[in-house]
C-alpha cells in the first residue's frame, strides 16, 4: 500500500531524478486513504513526469496476478521503511516487534533487497541485503549495481540460495535437528 506512516518515499525522488530513464519504478499497492496515500500517488506521478523516470503506480488494490507479473520482472526489492509505526496507542518496530512484507518478497522472489540503515531484515537474508544510510548512499549502491552486472547477479544468486532456507523441507530439516 502507498502509505506516508510506513515508508519515506522522499528517496524516490531523488533516486528519479539522479537516473532518470536508467531505472524503473513499480510502487505495488493502493494508495491508504487515511495515511496520505492518495496525495502520494500525485505527488510519484509528477516525479514521473518531471523527470521522465518510469514510475508505475496503481490507483487501486493489485491483484495477486499483476502482483507476481511485476515482481518476476524486477531486479531488486527496494524501500524506504519507518522503522517505527505507531498504531493507535502503540509503537511497533519493524525488523524487530512487526513484520515487513519486503522480506517476505525477497524470500518468495529471490531477489535481493536494498534497505535503510534502520531497517533490520531477517538474519537469513544478511548476503542479499544491502542498507544505505542516506539519499546519496542509495544512489551510490544503486549506481555500483547498474555499473556492475557481476554485483547484481551474485546478489541474485545469494537471494536464491537465501530463499531456499524458507523452503517447507528445509525448515522441516531444521526443526528434526532442533527436537532430536
Not at 496525495?39 to 514510475?55: D, G, H, W
Not at 521503511?81 to 502503540?90: A, F, G, P, S, V
Request: aromatic content about 12%; glycine content about 4%; proline content about 2%.
Amino acid at each position: 500500500m502507498l502509505s506516508k506512516k510506513r515508508r519515506n518515499y522522499q528517496i524516490f525522488q531523488f533516486i528519479a531524478n539522479e537516473f532518470r530513464e536508467t531505472v524503473e519504478l513499480f510502487f505495488l499497492g493502493a494508495p491508504k486513504q487515511e495515511e496520505g496515500g492518495l496525495e502520494l500517488l500525485m505527488e510519484l506521478k509528477a516525479i514521473s513526469e518531471k523527470t521522465n523516470c518510469k514510475i508505475h503506480l496503481f490507483s487501486t488494490y493489485v491483484s495477486d496476478q499483476d502482483f507476481q507479473n511485476v515482481m518476476n520482472q524486477c531486479d531488486l526489492v527496494f524501500a524506504q521503511i519507518n522503522t517505527e509505526y505507531r498504531h493507535y496507542d502503540y509503537v511497533e518496530t519493524y525488523g524487530l516487534t512487526k513484520d515487513s512484507g519486503v522480506s517476505y518478497a525477497m524470500v518468495v522472489h529471490a531477489l535481493p533487497g536494498l534497505f535503510n540503515e534502520s531497517f533490520r531484515n531477517l538474519q537469513e537474508l544478511a548476503d542479499s541485503t544491502l542498507y544505505y544510510q542516506d539519499d546519496p548512499s542509495a544512489t551510490e549502491i544503486i549506481r555500483t549495481i547498474i555499473n556492475n552486472p557481476d554485483q547484481l547477479q551474485r546478489l541474485k544468486w545469494n537471494a536464491l540460495e537465501n530463499s531456499k532456507k524458507f523452503q517447507v523441507d528445509a525448515i522441516s530439516r531444521n526443526l528434526d535437528e532442533l527436537f532430536a
